[in-house]
């Protein structure tokens, strides 16, 4: 059974009483085993497995628990467990509700938001700072979503910038217009599931018996008011303060620490037993993270003693020769690849170090930066078949029109708007059954005002006449979409091949034969060859060719992956919601890891090298000035050296020969120990 496996401190947590309790969990020190015992004690103790809600971090995270809880008590007793991120459990809760939602990944609907500012004028302006661009804009509102507390998105956007007090008129406008479309066609991103869970649990109580929740040093105060929204009888919360990582995501430090105090009768246990590193690793991450507050005291004990490898400091006089002589010690290493991981904290030392892996012929697969699931490409075809599911996605529609030359994503929502009027709310029929009857449907009825950055759109409409030597099928020719003044002949022509696509698509049900008719067809050719130029372009504006038969190689991989993922699914609907909700946690391919220290979190390797140490970098003194904190930097140093078992490089370098910048060593390697005078 999984409780005889424990040792007593982890015994002593998992059998605690029902009530407040918190156990802080080291790096390595078995908190998966404390929570699948925690687990077990409950179902040997009478609660019924659909009584327990299980939080984790990832969705992998939680599916790993419920198998060793399936080991012991069965498939069925473990998946009757409610299990997964706080995401995923508002999202299978609100559908057994028959809540009408359209799920989108966490970035996804920032093309939506981008369309509607763009339509915006900043008539007035601060000569001391300029507007937030959209991008920007609609990561600090998801940011304010999870992390403010009660104030208006104006009074929050004054508090971390006052000289942006001018713009906040128009910032709260697209916030309210975003809002009103997303509610119009049902869509919800990540912090749009939290609200709605939010606001459902206002009315609606679940009977759990003890919620559990790991990785609790991460939880933001959304979060931390979604767990309160369930009115736990019972809270069994792993973590530990020296991983919280996550501020810059809107994660409160603050919520462990407090938790003593917000729990009336909490009690907090500590597992002090590392089992992952040697104890000259262990030894150095401490030294390191005791430069930070003490929250709460551990004093961990090493229980391996069968490797005593101590870290290496590897220091190099130029940046790219870092690259490459660590990429020949990884060819020169027994340790397997998939048990090798290369740590770094800004993706531009992942692009230098990748680069001199492939010189080695070494394989390496990456994690963190871009996700899989956020690819062009990949976005791309996943859009084609959600249009499939729902025929009105405005989302979708944008993001795959935007992308014809001259469009962009105001243009591409003019084109959806008047589509959605010559459809009479049907998209699909104003694509292939217009009404003739209208003749203009980009007529606006917005009105203009200045104080809210709105103008008088477009009025003349401009003329079919140049599109008639294009091959258009009649049909698509006569549609008065055609009719937008910017629209260019090229436009038109990438507009017409997305019509043919759709038309075929229509005929299509299963997911995987859906995707090889999209990755074969024209309009995935053009983005094919748009894509990979792009990635190939140099500073000089010339086309790299080998780096563009890479890129097209690379997306080539990409699909073919994604088919390979649908073969598992007959269901559209549940083949694209399972890759919109696990998505982010892919990664490709085999060998190397390459990992940003975020992706990190939670997995251990053999052999482990922490790269580009050095002060600006790791800590990032410009992620620092924008609200981050060297205590945040020294606990991601933290991570990132914890993740070694056997063996621990650490790496920097003194001048960068391209971008011609010196550096200094980071200080982490000073509190290490490692360098001891100043040079």
Known sequence: ???????????????????????????????????????????????????????????????????????????????????????????????????????????????????????????????????????????????????????????????????????????????????????????????????????????????FKEILVDEYQDTNPLQGRLLDGFKPKSLFCVGDYDQSIYAFNGSDIGIISTFSRRYKSANVYTLRKNYRSSKPILDLATKVIEHNERIYEKNLEV?????DIKPKLLAFNELFGQYEYISRLISQSSTPHNEIAIIFRNNSSADGIEVNLREFSIPAKRKGGMSFFDAVEIKFVLDILMMQLSHNDMMAFIHIIEYGKGIGKAIAKDIFDALIKLGHGKLFDGLFNPDEKIKNPYESSKVKNIQLGLFDDFIELGSLSKFKDCGFEENFLSNPILKHPKLSVEGATYLYDFYKLIKEQRRIKIPSTKI????????????????????????????????????????????????????????????????????????????????????????????????????????????????????????????????????????FAKYDRIKKIDFIHSPFLKEAGLIRKEE
């Open 1 to 207: 059974m999984p409780l005889s496996n424990l040792n007593k401190e982890q015994l002593e947590a998992a059998t605690c009483q029902p009530g407040y309790n918190l156990i802080i969990a080291s790096a390595g020190t078995g908190k998966t085993s404390t929570i699948v015992g925690r687990i077990a004690n409950l179902i040997n103790n009478g609660i019924q497995p659909d009584q327990i809600l299980l939080l984790t971090f990832t969705n992998k995270a939680a599916a790993e628990m419920v198998q060793r809880v399936a080991k012991y008590f069965g498939k069925d007793v473990a998946q009757s467990i409610m299990a997964g991120t706080f995401h995923s459990v508002s999202y299978k809760l609100l559908k057994k509700l028959d809540i009408n939602i359209t799920l989108k990944q966490p970035n996804e609907l920032k093309t939506l938001f981008k369309s509607l500012y763009e339509k915006r004028v900043f008539y007035n302006r601060d000569d001391e700072a300029n507007p937030y661009d959209g991008g920007y804009l609609y990561d600090m509102y998801s940011l304010f979503l999870n992390s403010n507390d009660g104030e208006s998105f104006a009074e929050w956007i004054i508090s971390k910038n006052a000289a942006h007090e001018i713009y906040t008129p128009i910032y709260e406008d697209v916030v309210l217009e975003f809002d009103d479309l997303k509610r119009k066609y049902g869509y919800v991103n990540f912090d749009d599931l939290l609200i709605l869970m939010l606001n459902t649990l206002k009315e609606k109580e679940f009977d």
């Open 303 to 307: 229980m391996r003693t069968d490797v």
């Open 516 to 651: 090889e008719n999209i990755i074969k067809s024209p309009l995935f050719e053009r983005i094919k060859e748009k894509v990979s130029t792009k990635r190939a372009t140099q500073k000089d504006g010339s086309i790299n060719e080998e780096l563009k038969s890479n890129s097209i190689s690379k997306i080539n991989r990409k699909t073919v992956l994604l088919k390979r993922l649908s073969t598992h699914y007959s269901d559209l609907s549940k083949f694209i919601n399972s890759m919109v909700l696990g998505g982010s946690e892919m990664s490709e391919g085999d060998g190397v890891n390459l990992l940003s220290v975020h992706a990190s979190k939670g997995l251990e390797f053999k052999e482990v090298y922490v790269i580009d140490l050095m002060d600006g970098r790791f800590p990032n003194r410009k992620l620092m000035s924008k609200g981050g904190s060297l205590e945040e930097e020294r606990r991601l140093f933290y991570v990132a050296a914890t993740r070694a078992k056997d063996i621990l490089y650490l790496s």
